[in-house]
């Protein structure tokens, strides 16, 4: 279970919440502060697909809003890229 989000999942308690719940699974918690899209996508590698996630939790773009360089590019940013899952 992956966990890609800007700073409002920086700090979570992810995995204490899922012991708590008796959930087993692997969880990595990949909120990274002050992340914006374009980063996101340049790193896309290390911070999602080289892990193999069974779950994915995206939360991006939030930052995106605090660039001077943001004009309506928003749907740019987020259709940049298409995951296309990889076989096993």
Known sequence: ???IVSSLMELFPLCELAG???????????GIS???TD???????SLLLD???TKVFINIGTND????TYENQW?????AFTYKPMPT
Do not use: A
């Not at 809003?65 to 001077?68: A, M, N, Q």
């Not at 749907?75 to 259709?79: A, D, G, I, P, R």
């Open 1 to 3: 279970m992956l966990f």
């Open 20 to 30: 708590s719940r008796d959930i087993d699974d692997i969880i990595y918690n990949r």
């Open 34 to 36: 002050g992340l914006n």
């Open 39 to 45: 980063e996101f996508v340049q790193h896309i590698h």
């Open 51 to 53: 892990l193999r996630p």
């Open 65 to 68: 809003i605090t660039e001077e």
């Open 75 to 79: 749907f740019h940013h987020m259709t």
